[in-house]
């Protein structure tokens, strides 16, 4: 299995570990060309959306990959990750908008509104959970199936072969979200 890691900006290095820590193989995605490499499912990282979606687009990146998306190749978006694939931001325009839901930016607060918690994810049980400058999915559609809340607030889901977290499954010692995801890989 091989798993092709956003690579633009933000923390792809800790997921690389992750999948690889799991005995899958990963590789870094910079530019176009890296998405013609065979690829079992991709993981957009965290960091800054903004910069992120603008890097996708300067580097013509952004049609490719949601067209790769929207074609069945198992997507896992944390924290901007998350509001990359959002069909909807609120009070802003989308980027990849390829999972049915509507994420709302730094919903927590700035980086002093940025915590840890325990929560439980699916049927996986409580998991650690660590937000930083987290955005929260403000509504979810029909497909959409929530795996965790936090505050009353969606903070992961799953809509066939996507995944979103609004944490940083990366940054903690669990593996249980990265091996969920590479279980929907194997479901492919």
């Not at 690889?20 to 800054?48: H, T, W, Y």
């Not at 559609?141 to 940083?168: E, P």
């Amino acid at each position: 299995m091989r798993v092709g890691v956003l690579a633009l900006q933000g923390a792809f290095a800790e997921h690389r570990r992750k999948v690889e820590n799991l005995g899958a193989q990963s590789f870094e995605i910079r530019g176009k060309k890296d998405l013609d490499c065979q690829m079992d499912g991709v993981i957009l990282p965290g960091g800054e959306s903004t910069v992120i979606g603008k890097l996708l687009r300067d580097l013509e990146m952004a049609g490719k990959l949601r067209t790769m998306i929207l074609n069945g190749l198992p997507a896992f978006g944390t924290c901007a990750g998350l509001i990359l694939m959002a069909q909807r931001i609120k009070g802003e325009s989308a980027y990849l908008a390829t999972m049915d839901i509507t994420a709302r930016r730094n919903a927590y607060g700035r980086q002093l509104g940025s915590f840890w918690t325990e929560e439980s994810f699916g049927e996986e049980g409580k998991i650690p959970m660590t937000f930083i400058r987290a955005p929260y999915i403000e509504e979810a559609g029909n497909k959409v199936m929530v795996l965790a809340s936090t505050g009353g607030k969606i903070t992961a889901a799953r809509q066939d072969n996507q995944l979103v977290t609004a944490f940083h499954p990366e940054l903690d010692d669990d593996d249980t979200v990265h091996r969920y995801f590479l279980d929907m890989i194997k479901e492919a």
